[in-house]
């Protein structure tokens, strides 16, 4: 099912109903935004056979993977609910004059900016579009919201926003707190964006998309944040004594990964760095043996087929550049099994595309010649979602100077294992430096994702009555805040 594009006096209608509708959202005590992220969960797992129907259809993802991320969808609903509910999301600091001898009673907290745009992700219907964690961490923190639904699975998407809708009915709000446009274009997105009255942006895409959108929310006469999750080649970093005696099931977790979803994830590891020996070319052996065996599996839609094709030609048609298999395609279906290709760690050094996010079930081993050409590597990498490291403890102590690199390099750092499966929880840390996204500073996972979407205001000797309720002396909400530097619900 097509949509046609939103026209531009219509953006204009929708951005200025979600900043009036966000003038009384706004108001709302915490609790009506938690029973509103619970509805909205509830509904969807009631309408689940709909919806992972429309999905595998606009998508060619799986039932299996499909029922998974919609479960992960409607939990993140609600522990994002819980931690707007636990007050914590708010970062209450209060210091009272009488406890410290100050002049000013100071009482902080996290606002809400205003209407925020969310860009729906072509490979997760659910669990970054929609009503994904962008849309939940806006919700919780009290912003309005506007999507615009991804052209890829269009239908899913309004589906799952007449849910939303439906939930506003249900507790009798506003129905313009959330509201859903469709666009194709790039006019529509830059409209949107660059309407006076949008306060935020939140993006899962692919880096020109991502960057673009960044450009021009810095263009405007007031410039506003873009939280853009963007590109991110996930490299892994393997250490010679734990390949020795590991090569074969560090291979089997690794062909796992690379093809999970046909590499289709933000997450899938695209180097695998290692030091000439015998146990890393055992490694490589094994792996490709490994994605052999396994079958092509349909890519998301015929634009992002032809366009890993086109970047993994570009990586395996340098002449630096030793194929390691021939995997099938078929272009009727979209469908393509994993690839591999080695390089060695100097030309990987020098061709800046080597570094470069091939989106797809594909991996480039870089072979290097010894540890201080493995820290070459890791010093020349961009900014990266993870970085992961095999290696024994031993190891882990004798190349301090590889780690502290990696850990400059990314936001999730990974020992003994892949970057695949990211966990919804508050010590997860989905972001990393530039390109990987637009601001290293935060998370677009876990209950902090929800301060993206905030800013701090201090309220000064404010007479005590005129507080919001969430700084009143004997914390009526009982939520979460630090007093006089002690934290509690006190």
């Known amino acids: 099912m097509t949509y046609p594009d939103i026209l531009p006096n219509q953006i204009n209608d929708v951005v200025q109903q979600s900043a009036n509708a966000f003038m009384i959202y706004n108001q709302y005590p915490l609790q009506q935004r938690v029973e509103l992220l ?5 509904l969807l797992d009631q309408e689940s056979e709909t919806l992972i129907a429309s999905a595998a259809s606009e998508t060619q993802l799986s039932i299996t993977r499909l029922k998974a991320e919609l479960s992960r969808t409607c939990w993140q609903l609600k522990s994002y609910a819980d931690y707007c509910k636990s007050g914590q999301s708010l970062q209450i600091r209060i210091d ?8 000013n009673d100071l009482r902080k907290m996290q606002v809400p900016l205003g209407p925020v745009a969310i860009f729906g992700a072509a490979n997760f219907p659910f669990a970054y579009s929609t009503a994904g964690g962008d849309t939940a961490s806006a919700l919780a923190a009290g912003c309005t919201v506007i999507v615009k639904a991804h052209p890829s699975h269009a239908h899913t998407s309004q589906l799952i926003a007449d849910i939303i809708t439906a939930s506003l009915a249900l507790l009798n709000m506003p129905e313009t707190i959330f509201q859903h446009i469709h666009g194709a274009s790039y006019e529509v997105g830059k409209a949107l964006v660059s309407h006076p009255l949008l306060k935020a942006v939140g993006f899962t895409g692919s880096q020109k998309g ?9 263009q405007r006469q007031q410039p506003i944040p ?12 393997m250490l010679p004594e734990k390949l020795h005696t590991e090569a074969e099931p ?6 796992a990964s690379i093809s999970n979803s046909a590499g289709q994830f933000c997450t899938c590891p695209g180097i695998i760095v290692g030091i000439k020996s015998e146990g890393f070319e055992k490694f490589m052996r094994a792996l490709s043996q490994n994605v052999s065996t396994l ?17 993994k030609d570009t990586v395996i048609q340098q002449e630096t550049v030793h194929e390691l298999n021939n995997p099938s395609c078929n272009a009727n279906t979209n469908e393509v099994a ?6 060695n760690a100097q030309d990987f050094i020098k061709t800046p595309q080597f570094m470069q996010e091939v989106f797809g079930p594909f991996a480039l081993f870089v072979q290097c010649n010894d540890e201080k050409e493995m820290l070459l590597v890791a010093q020349q990498l961009e900014g990266q979602l993870t970085a992961s490291v095999i290696a024994t403890e031993e190891e882990m102590i004798t190349h301090k100077a590889l780690i502290s690199a990696l850990i400059q390099k990314c936001g999730r750092f990974i020992y003994n294992g892949v970057p695949t499966g990211v966990q919804v929880s508050l010590a997860m840390q989905h972001g990393g430096p530039f390109p990987a996204t637009t601001d290293s500073r935060f998370t677009a996972v876990g209950g902090d994702a929800i301060t993206r979407f905030t800013r701090p205001v201090c309220f000064q000797n404010l007479p005590h009555h005129l507080l919001p309720d969430e700084l009143k002396p004997g914390n009526p909400l009982q939520i979460w805040r630090t007093i006089n530097n002690i934290p509690g619900t006190k």
């Open 295 to 311: 079958a092509a599996t349909p890519m998301l839609n015929k634009g992002i087929f032809e366009n890993y094709l086109n970047t």
């Open 250 to 255: 560090y291979a089997k977790l690794f062909g």
């Open 338 to 343: 994993p690839a591999l290709a080695r390089v």
């Open 38 to 42: 619970y509805t909205i969960a509830h």
């Open 210 to 218: 991502g960057k673009q959108i960044y450009d021009w929310c810095q």
């Open 226 to 237: 873009v939280f853009a999750e963007m590109s991110s080649i996930n490299p892994i970093f």
């Open 96 to 103: 009272t004059c009488e406890e410290n001898n100050h002049l």
